[in-house]
Structure formats: structure tokens, C-alpha cells
């Protein structure tokens, strides 16, 4: 196939896409219709996740505060991310409907268009295979459906790690963190330049402690989901709290914070294990150069690690793992490639097993078995992350110096 043959098809196909749904978002009966054949719990407004930023800014206009009282948001009462949003939102006029179906046009041509540029960069018929597998996912349908935000952080973290240009990729980078502050466990991606890693990551501490009060009350208003289709300490934690209080065991409103954040201690201990078992604290000789997929393994499982130990989150943010993918292939450990692709492919599609008795036996199970490789995924990203870091970081401790 010729180069022109290959652009056109990577612009076209996000342009079918992006024009279909949007199309398709104009009407409600169709819009429930689609998406619930895929097996996605549909809503309605269309970009349910998108229009709650509108819906928080028109709180706002009139007098209350979103992150307290939301009034014009009946799903999600108190507002949940940066104020950075609002503003983003008041100054694109986003309320204007021809604007914001613009901006969805625009975003999700974009997610489309990098998907097909990274398949194209890594040039593998077992990638494209994985992301095909991916985007006929049941977290992909959510977070198209949806159209959460992680869609433009994904975005712009892509851009940020193909960009030569220091400058540009500390600025994407640096925005990412600014809108989602999660993005900060993957600041790991710029370790090769040593200068600006620091730099930046010394710019979001920054921003962290002048935002701190913000951020506080965002993390007081997150939900912590006890469902299958969640990851993390805060899902699990959750979890067991809820089978405790219904069956009356140990956990429960007075002591559950204290069993969270132990919980949390327990994580990333378990984390850091693994993640030693590759880096030695030792004068290691360092490589100069980082990989490209080396570059987009630290960023992939540095969020997951990161937002795994800290928090609960929907698996529309297991998307952050296709970054992971090009390296595990890179291995040439065919159990471990099989058993991380399995384990993606399950935890992609873990909206499926969700429904029935959230306290029968058979949700047990299914939880059980969804979360076992969600566990497994968290232990080679920390096994990975260990030995790519081992190659770019030179850590020594002496404990006794001699006289």
C-alpha cells in the first residue's frame, strides 16, 4: 500500500467515526439503542462525563459552589475535576450546542487518529490485533459514550511522548497533570532528560501545594466504585466494606478510613517488592537513550501503578495500558505476553461480567476473577518499571561510611 494510500486511510477512518457518532448523538432513541446493543449502560444527554462540566458551570453562573452543591447535575451531585475545566468550558462558550458538538467532533477524531498513528509507529500485526481487540471493548464503548476527559489526557500524553521537542513535550505533559492531576505518575516517561524531569516535576509539586485545597475537596467528592468494572485499593477497599456492613463483620463507618489507608500502605508495599526485584539500589551502568516503547511503558504503567495504590477508578482508564503493550511484546517471553494479553483483554471487557446480586456468591467469584488479573497486571508493570528505571537511575545507599 502506498504512503499516500496509508494517510488517507489514517485520516478517513477517524472521520467516519467521530462524523458517525456524532451523527448518531442527535438522537436519543438511536443513541440508547447503539450503545446499549454493545452492552453499554447509555445516558442521555449524549457525553454524558463531558456535558457535567456544562452542567457544573451553569451551577456556577448561579451563584453556587459545583464542588459543594450542583443542582443542575442530578447524576453526579458535586462537581469532581479541575476548576481549570470551567473556565476551559466558559471561555469556548461550550454551552453554544454547535460549539460542543464541535469539540466532541474534534476530541474524538483525535483519540481515533492516535490509536491508528500508534499502531502505525509500532508497526506490529500483534499490536494491531490488541488494539483492534481494545477498541471493541467494553471500555472503549463506555469512555466513547461517555466522553470522559481521559479521552484528552490520553491525547495529549501521546503527543507529548512522540514530541522531540523538549519544550512542547514538558508543556503537554505539564497541561495533562493541570487538568486531571493523575497524569503525575507518569512523569517517569521524561527520565531521560534528566534536567527536565526534574524541572517538571518540581512545576507540578508546585502546582500541587497552590491547589491543594482544591484538590482535597475534589478527592472528598470522588466516588469510590465497588464494582467489577473499577480497579484499584479504593474499589477493593470499598468492596469489603460493603460486604462487611451487610453481613456484619469488622469494617464499618467508624473505622473504615483507618482499614483504607492501610489498605493503601499494603499496596504499595506489595508494589514496591515487586518493583525491587529488577532495581538495585547500586552504580548501575546507565543508558543514555531511553526506547520509545521503553518511553511509553513508564508513562502507561506509572498511571496504573500509581492510580491502582491510591485510588478507585473506572476501567475506561485501563486505556492508559496500550502504552504498556509494545514493550511487554518487546520481551519475547511468550508465557508472559499471553498471560498480559489475556489479562488485558478481560479487564478491558470487565463490564460484561458486571450485574446480578452484588452480595451473591456467583459476584464473588466474578469480582474474584476479575480482579486476580487486574493484580496480575499490576505486578509485571511493577516488574517492568523496575527493570526499565534500573537502566536510567543511579541510586546508591551507603549506609556505613568508611574512615
Known amino acids: 500500500m502506498s504512503i499516500i494510500n496509508k494517510n488517507f486511510i489514517k485520516y478517513l477512518i477517524p472521520f467516519i467515526v467521530s462524523t458517525f457518532i456524532l451523527i448518531l448523538s442527535f438522537y436519543s432513541n438511536e443513541w440508547i439503542n447503539f450503545w446499549n446493543f454493545l452492552n453499554i449502560p447509555a445516558q442521555y444527554p449524549p457525553f454524558a462525563d463531558f456535558d457535567a462540566i456544562n452542567k457544573a458551570l451553569l451551577s456556577k453562573q448561579q451563584g453556587f459552589d459545583p464542588y459543594i452543591e450542583n443542582p443542575n447535575d442530578i447524576q453526579n451531585p458535586k462537581y469532581m475535576y479541575p476548576s481549570i475545566w470551567l473556565n476551559i468550558f466558559e471561555i469556548l462558550n461550550l454551552k453554544n450546542i454547535l460549539y460542543l458538538k464541535v469539540a466532541n467532533f474534534i476530541i474524538i477524531y483525535l483519540y481515533i487518529y492516535v490509536l491508528i498513528d500508534l499502531t502505525e509507529k509500532i508497526n506490529s500485526k500483534n499490536f494491531l490485533l490488541i488494539i483492534t481487540l481494545f477498541f471493541l471493548s467494553t471500555s472503549n464503548f463506555l469512555i466513547l ?86 480497579y484499584g485499593v479504593g474499589s477493593i477497599s470499598k468492596a469489603i466494606y460493603h460486604y462487611s456492613t451487610e453481613f456484619n463483620y469488622f469494617i464499618n463507618d467508624n473505622n473504615y478510613f483507618v482499614f483504607r489507608n492501610i489498605m493503601i500502605l499494603l499496596a504499595f508495599i506489595y508494589a514496591t517488592s515487586i518493583f525491587l526485584i529488577k532495581f538495585k539500589f547500586k552504580k548501575n551502568k546507565i543508558n543514555k537513550y531511553i526506547s520509545f516503547k521503553e518511553k511509553f511503558f513508564l508513562a502507561g504503567a506509572g498511571i496504573y501503578i500509581g492510580t491502582f495504590c491510591t485510588s478507585a477508578n473506572i476501567d475506561y482508564r485501563l486505556l492508559f495500558l496500550i502504552f504498556t503493550v509494545p514493550y511487554i511484546f518487546e520481551k519475547n517471553q511468550k508465557n508472559v505476553i499471553k498471560l498480559y494479553c489475556l489479562s488485558l483483554i478481560l479487564c478491558f471487557n470487565s463490564l460484561i461480567f458486571e450485574g446480578g446480586n452484588s452480595y451473591s456468591f456467583i459476584y464473588f467469584i466474578k469480582a474474584s476473577i476479575i480482579y486476580f488479573f487486574k493484580l496480575i497486571i499490576l505486578t509485571l508493570n511493577c516488574y517492568y518499571f523496575g527493570e526499565i528505571l534500573n537502566n536510567y537511575l543511579n541510586i546508591k545507599f551507603t549506609i556505613f561510611k568508611k574512615n
Open 145 to 230: 459514550e461517555r466522553l470522559n476527559i481521559e479521552i484528552i489526557i490520553f491525547i495529549l500524553l501521546y503527543f507529548s511522548l512522540i514530541n522531540k521537542n523538549i519544550f512542547l513535550k514538558s508543556f503537554l505533559f505539564l497541561l495533562s497533570i493541570i487538568l486531571k492531576l493523575f497524569p503525575i505518575f507518569s512523569a517517569f516517561s521524561l527520565i531521560d532528560k534528566k534536567k527536565s524531569f526534574i524541572i517538571t516535576l518540581l512545576i507540578s509539586l508546585i502546582y500541587f501545594y497552590i491547589s491543594k485545597d482544591e484538590i482535597l475537596i475534589m478527592r472528598s467528592n470522588m466516588i469510590e466504585y465497588a464494582l467489577i468494572f473499577a
